[in-house]
């Protein structure tokens, strides 16, 4: 008897700001990537709406879907129990029960219709370890950082195995493997309290003035495709308008002719989220037998600071969108911006090539 033939698989990463997705070809090539705002803790319809953004163009029909998820303890849900479970219940709403998949971390993927209390945790936040299971079939000896736009995740793989010391948000945070900050929603007073500005060492305001996505529009960083949160004050996402931004945490008076203070400001900031990032990958890197030996690995949109940290260290630095084989040229938003989306579409695949 013939086997059925392998469907294309579409992977969803369910943020609590952001939803991605990667499409997967029969053959397992990216052939789609897609990131929509998704404000998750102002309700659910927000995210119904980012899925009918992402798939306007697309024709989902005959596909498999895979769910990972870390929205699950938004402000609009009481806990991760109803969180998991309503978010399971959004997307079956669009593409049925019987067409998706939920990634369970180490056991696996769990038909959505037979998700249970039971499953909670184990789906609960578990994006990051589909993106680090993908990369430890491939890259024996590395470190996972993957730099999004409100946290980072940092885990160490040694002889293509996941050294994991923990699995949930709390545990992962004892452990320093998540560090809540990223390159677009972290409010600047999460990274740095006291600055050198204009020649002094000087307090910074702890209001939310700011976020990085202000300093790395002035560094010139920021893709404009990622950048796509609301800004502090709600005004526009101009360099000028950034700079501003920047200025009210130093109580400074702004004026544009200061420009190269301004920039210099924001270099400062830079090099502070960056050296932060780096002591976390440190503290992590250096539990490893062999440190020299392994492999920067870099994913999301923040991932331009590991790079840099490789070339600053010596190390070798790979990028996520090498693991995966991709049918689309020169997208704007690639594998490694949407990691998570991208390596829970192939790991199903992998898993079941040929579903009934």
Known sequence: ???APASRIAGWDVGGAHLKLALLNAGGEIVGVGQAACPLWKGLDYLHDAVAELTADLDLRGCRHALTMTGELVDCFSGREQGVAAIVDAMCRHYGAENIDVFA????FVPA???SSADCMDIASANWLASVMLAAKQIPDALFVDIGSTTTDIVLIERSQPRIQGFTDYQRLVSGELVYTGVVRTPVMAVAQQAEFNGRQMGLMAELFATMAD???LTGDLNAVHDQSETADGAEKTALASARRLSRLTGYE?????WPLWLAFAAYLKHSQQQKLGEACRKI?????QPQGCVLLGAGVGRFLIKQLAADWGLVYRDFTELLPSAVDDAEIDAGDCAPAAAVAHLRHVMNPNPL
């Open 1 to 3: 008897m013939r086997s």
């Open 215 to 217: 300093v790395y529009r």
């Open 285 to 289: 890197l250096n539990s490893a037998k």
């Open 113 to 115: 219709g037979r998700v």
């Open 254 to 258: 702004f004026d544009a002719a200061d």
């Open 105 to 108: 971390g180490l056991r696996g």
